[in-house]
């Protein structure tokens, strides 16, 4: 946990946010993989920490404004559960450590809540994920679970605080970040022809688990970079193949990392490897240059496309005007989605909240229709204090370049007959994590090797 005195600044500058009612937090369970008592690994929930920081399954806290009184709700350990567990500390032995002082039992929860109400008292919450908490709101509130309606007003003042990040954040994050690189050096000196996919992710977890880390999400270790979020890790590399990395550690206080690699399983790129990979990372570096506080998210997306087109048709997969491709969306057949996101507790910062509230504003809301532009999950205006991913890509999938050529879409920006003979090519990704400051950006971390020269030395010496 952070100090006493953060957790109780953070309710203090929440508490003067909203306006009147009862702000409340639920913290998860322990998920069952086959029965009750064989969980899944337990992860409190990111608002949770963030206000209070105690780590323990079923538990729920309330912040009264009108009373001006904060409680955690939960139980203490049974003479059942010291014999199974031992001794642990107590539930008011955290909540002393989080600053608040009284505790009263789970059951008194449903209580406080049926009181508020009776007397016409607003009852904050936030959207629920997990479905436990779903049908216990739905219970604390005796309405059905499709009625429940999250307040907007808890939302806002919660995103607006835990954007900014605070300095003991940021060397959190850094301690995540600098795993991460150390798991992306080991990927490289592990893959090699005949080496399975799984292998690299095991060896990877491995690490981060001996650096008192979790995984900050499921690591995507895949020849077949063309999918997005590809899971399936039963290939077996071989020369010629382009291996993308995306993976991230998380510290034991719930903070995240968020890296991308792609190498070639040989040691060194392909002359088609290489070109593709200079275009990719061309557009990181002159998105880089761009964050800085006031300039709009979204903005660096489209110039970021802008960037992967003059790259495409200087290779000859695209041709035309790369605005004119850009405002006609041509791009998205290699760039399917976002540029970045924001990071922090979460990997996708606060997404449970909301995309729409995280990364737009309601002036300027998401574009949820438009293919590429509704994967952006990031569009508002950068400020200072937050932290972003930027990871740009292309990726060549079959089957969309099947539907596009079959309706000619964009044929007036796209040759089909050199895309196609791409068609089985994979995908690239390049990211890293930055912090926006006063004067611009920080690279989180030490810095990973991402040039074709520093990654074809590297993949030299091992």
Same mark, same amino acid.
């Given at each position: ?258 890296? !991308?690699? =792609? +190498? ?7 002359? %088609?490897?290489? $070109?593709?990979?200079? *275009? &990719? ?86 574009? !949820?229709? =438009? +293919? ?7 569009? %508002?205006?950068? $400020?200072?204090?937050? *932290? &972003? ?74």
């Amino acid at each position: 946990m952070f100090s006493t005195q953060t957790y109780q600044d953070r309710r203090a500058v929440l508490q003067g946010n909203v306006a009147s009612g009862i702000l409340l937090f639920l913290g998860n369970i322990e998920n069952p993989v086959n029965f009750e008592h064989n969980p899944y690994y337990f992860r409190q929930d990111s608002t949770y920490l963030y206000y209070f920081g105690i780590q323990e399954p079923r538990i729920a806290a309330i912040i009264d404004i009108d009373e001006n009184k904060t409680i955690v709700f939960g139980d203490e350990l049974s003479i059942d559960d010291i014999v199974w567990m031992g001794r642990q500390e107590t539930l008011k032995e955290k909540s002393l450590k989080s600053g608040v002082q009284e505790t009263m039992p789970y059951a008194a929860l449903s209580q406080y809540i049926l009181k508020a109400q009776t007397a016409g008292r607003k009852v904050h919450y936030l959207p629920p994920y997990q479905s436990s908490n779903k049908i216990l709101l739905a219970d604390l509130l005796g309405i059905k679970i499709a009625a429940l309606q999250p307040s907007a007003e808890m939302i806002k003042a919660i995103v607006k605080q835990r954007s900014i990040k605070e300095s003991q954040e940021i060397a959190q994050i850094e301690q995540a970040v600098n795993v991460s690189n150390e798991m992306h050096l080991l990927a490289m000196r592990v893959a090699k022809p005949g080496i399975k996919e799984y292998e690299i992710a095991n060896a990877i977890q491995y690490l981060a688990a001996n650096k008192e880390c979790q995984m900050s999400y499921p690591p995507i270790v895949t020849i077949n970079g063309g999918i997005l979020h590809n899971h399936y890790r039963l290939n077996t590399l071989k020369e010629g193949d382009l291996f993308l990395n995306d993976s991230g550690a998380e510290t034991a206080m719930g903070y995240a990392g968020d890296l !991308t690699r =792609t +190498f070639p399983v040989s040691k060194t790129f392909t002359t %088609k490897q290489k $070109e593709m990979y200079e *275009v &990719v990372l061309n557009a990181f570096n002159n998105a880089q240059q761009l964050l800085k506080p006031g300039v709009r998210f979204k903005d660096i997306h489209l110039k970021a496309s802008q960037h992967l087109v003059e790259g495409l048709i200087d290779l000859g997969l695209m041709k035309g005007n790369p605005e004119e491709a850009i405002k006609n969306h041509a791009h998205t057949l290699f760039f399917q989605c976002g540029l970045g996101h924001m990071m922090g507790l979460d990997v996708h910062d606060m997404e449970d909240l909301g995309e729409q509230y995280i990364g737009y504003t309601e002036e300027e809301p998401k574009d !949820t229709k =438009t +293919f590429g532009l509704k994967s952006l999950r990031l569009g %508002k205006a950068l $400020e200072s204090g937050f *932290v &972003v991913t930027v990871e740009p890509g292309i990726y060549m999938i079959p089957e969309l370049i099947d539907i596009w050529q079959a309706e000619n879409k964009n044929a007036d920006f796209i040759n089909y007959d050199i895309v196609n003979e791409y068609r089985n090519f994979g995908g690239i990704r390049v990211e890293d994590d930055f912090l926006i400051t006063d004067e611009g950006y920080r690279l989180l971390g030490n810095g990973l090797i991402k040039t074709v020269e520093e990654i074809e030395n590297y993949r030299a010496k091992h």
